[in-house]
């Protein structure tokens, strides 16, 4: 109940396209979704959050789509560009991720995006 | 700037010796910090919940005798790595939450460990 799924494991996405990523969780407590980037060797970065109540935030080329009843959220990157590529992770947990409160992380996406 | 600092970057120890990591919250008290373990092209995965002034609390299957927390103060937690084998090798990467009201997770800049 405590696991995140993320698809796929790698992505490959040509310069100006449009990078896809899934996560879909089970336990129906958690409140609040980020998704982190994550270059080599560096710690993960926040890219974007949202909370159940809304079903889309955007922020620049970063969208993260919300399906409460499927249990489903996506980021999705408009526009991509080399410089995106790295690792991307998606998260959940309780408590709107408040000062306590664990996060729960994805298996991890590898974008590649071709110039 | 950096609202997490975490030392050292990377540290290559022998087998059977102890290394120390600290992690520092700079913007804001933290009676709470997270540290991760992540094995190469893999996810990250929670270790233990630093409590300031209490004991952490360690996630299943995490061995507390080896893996070694303390949060002494509001801004530093150290994880001890004892009699470190290889197997240990990773890259381990703390967190701080922003205080209650607020969500954002910042993440250290991690710590690689090599184990020889």
């Known amino acids: 109940q405590q696991q995140v799924k993320q698809s796929p494991q790698s992505l490959i996405v040509q310069k100006g396209g449009i990078s896809i990523i899934n996560c879909a969780y089970e336990n129906t407590a958690f409140d609040y979704f980020p998704w982190y980037q994550q270059f080599p060797g560096k710690g993960p970065a926040l890219l974007i959050a949202?909370?159940?109540?809304?079903s889309e935030k955007k922020e620049g080329r970063f969208t993260i789509s919300f399906n409460k009843s499927a249990k489903q959220f996506s980021l999705h990157i408009m526009d991509s560009q080399p410089g995106d590529s790295a690792t991307y992770f998606c998260?959940?947990?309780?408590?709107?991720?408040?000062?306590?409160?664990?996060?729960?992380f994805g298996t991890g996406t590898l974008l590649a995006v071709q110039p | 700037g950096a609202v997490v600092s975490q030392h050292p970057s990377w540290v290559i120890c022998k087998s059977g010796t102890s290394v120390k990591i600290e992690c520092r919250s700079l913007?804001?008290?933290?009676?709470?910090m997270f540290w991760y373990r992540q094995f190469p092209k893999q996810s990250l995965m929670l270790m233990a919940t630093s409590n300031e002034g209490s004991k952490a609390t360690y996630e299943q299957g995490v061995e507390k005798d080896k893996f070694l927390i303390n949060h002494a103060s509001l801004t530093l937690s150290t994880l001890t790595v004892t009699s470190a084998h290889p197997e240990d090798s990773s890259f381990y990467i703390c967190?701080?939450?922003?205080?209650?009201?607020?969500?954002?997770?910042?993440f250290g800049q991690g710590t690689r460990l090599t184990v020889v």
């Open positions: 967190s701080v939450n922003k205080p209650a009201g607020a969500t954002e997770a910042f």
């Open positions: 949202i909370r159940p109540d809304v």
């Open positions: 998260a959940a947990s309780t408590g709107y991720g408040g000062a306590t409160n664990k996060l729960i």
């Open positions: 913007d804001f008290q933290a009676t709470t």
